[in-house]
């Protein structure tokens, strides 16, 4: 158990810095960490079902986005909306629009999943794109953050970005700690089982189908939280936070990272993001040591950069014993 | 004759224009070893897959304390009392021996869709496992990774899990294969101890053990019911004799 008490104390360590983060970063700092923790959020919820349900899918934005656009249509054109009436609506939407979605694509499997997700994803995403709802390819601006208003006390203000990190902080953490949780429930051991052999699931008993889909409703919904938060953030919502280039980017943040270990998709996130900002500030081409930096983590490390970790602690097991 | 608790009414199925299994009815009973027997390709397996509803059946019936259960999912079929173990290892590789027949003794609570508490939290299910697990000759083995387990060990995996669901019917495909002399015969033992209160359905080979266990056995050839009777009538029986000489597969 060594080598779990080594990761508790690296993340004990991560938390504090974060925490104390806002107190010594600059402006631009503490907002990219506050993008970079949503991104966590929204790799961790992908990596419910790509990792742990082992449901490869390409079209998770569309979760992302359409709480976005529920945060942008649902807020009043001069006033704020309520924080903690739209991001539970928002949420909600996404998992509605994930239990439509998931009772159809869940009906295939393998590289047929991936590609009805994308199809579903497309689908929305032009919807959007061409239609005139909520502002076509431009999308539709959120001149107002939402209030966090609770009968005349307001706990903290989203205008701030002080404030706004630490909420997004604590999602963060809250996000992390539920999955925890869920993952050594009775569902976590279902839907592993369903990764592992789903036909061995269904001759036991279960009926896989609906844990399938409980999984991707659920991930839908965290998806949903990034998001808002994401709307939030921007003041902005466009079509491209349906699209499939988001899905992409999302998807390969968990096989950076590592799936099937919640730490994965955050060190993913963390790790995409920061490449990215280094590159950028180094070349304007920075698409292309980015993709040669994926290629080199997918070459050597197959089980994403946590692999890393878990690859010397093993070693050092295997020593010791 | 008390009314058999799963019973096969001219059950058929066809993989395109080839009868795997073509109006075989058999029954089992509780407190009976009903061994099927037969050369390769004979429709054994096929046959067990259908009554699993792990195969969807072309024709005829399948009838459970006289419901009839023709058509239904697998899950369905699991959680009305009928257990199966696969020929070709089927288990969760990945999983400790433990962790496997916990899944599998979960699949009895009313529903798993609890986000919450943690699956080591359910004792009874935590028990049924290690029950299951020490039937099947694994104590002291639970903690281990089923991948990193022997061929044989995996066996009695498969057959743990099976006996975790708690079923009333057991169907057992070929449990013996790739088992080692010792475990075989604490299989075997096994199968005699659970007849008791279960209804077993074995397909094997190993003639030695179906003989020893069996109370009644069917032959079955290209897909029909060649003999069934008790196990002296089968040994006796000139037909089945030239069905087995005839193919070359000389088992008896």
Known sequence: MRGGRVTAAAMIVCLLALTVLPFIGDKFTVQFVTKMMIMAI??????????????????????????????????????????????????????????????????????????????????????????????????????????????????????????????????????????????????????????????????????????????????????GMAGYLSAVQFGVVNPDMLGWHLSGSVLMMVILGGMGSLVGPIVGAFAMMLLELGFQSLTKHWQLPMGLAIVLVALLLPRGLVGLVSLRSRNKEAADA | MPEAILETRELTRYFGGLAAVRGVSVACNVGELHAVIGPNGAGKSTLINLLSGDLPSSGGSVRLRGRDITGLRADRISRLGVGRSYQKTNVFLPFTAFENCRLAAQSRLPSSMRFFKPAAGYGAVSQAAERALVMAGLEGREGATVAALSHGEQRQVEIAMTLATNPVVLLLDEPLAGMGAEESARIVELMQKLTKDHAILLVEHDMDAVFAVADRLTVMVNGQVLESGPPAQIRSSRAVQEAYLGTGDVHV
């Open chain 1, 42 to 223: 929204f790799a961790m919820s992908l990596d419910l079902l790509v990792g742990y349900t082992g449901l490869v899918s390409l079209g998770h934005a569309a979760f992302f986005g359409i709480s976005g656009y529920i945060l942008a249509l649902s807020t009043p054109q001069y006033q704020a909306a309520n924080f903690w009436v739209s991001l539970p609506l928002a949420m909600a939407g996404a998992g509605v629009l994930a239990l439509v979605i998931g009772c159809l694509v869940l009906r295939v499997t393998g590289v047929y999943f991936i590609m009805v997700t994308l199809a579903f994803a497309q689908m929305l995403h032009y919807l959007f794109h061409d239609t005139g709802i909520a502002g076509g390819s431009d999308g539709m601006y959120i001149y107002l953050r939402p209030d966090a208003s609770i009968l005349g006390w307001r706990p903290f203000d989203l205008e701030k970005f002080g404030d706004f990190y630490f909420v997004v902080l604590a999602l963060f953490v809250a996000v992390f700690l539920f999955l925890r949780v869920v993952l050594r429930s009775l569902f976590g051991q279902v839907i592993s089982g369903v990764h592992v052999n789903e036909a061995r699931m269904r001759s036991l008993g279960f009926p896989t189908f609906r844990y399938k889909l409980a999984s991707f409703v659920l991930a839908g919904m965290l998806a």
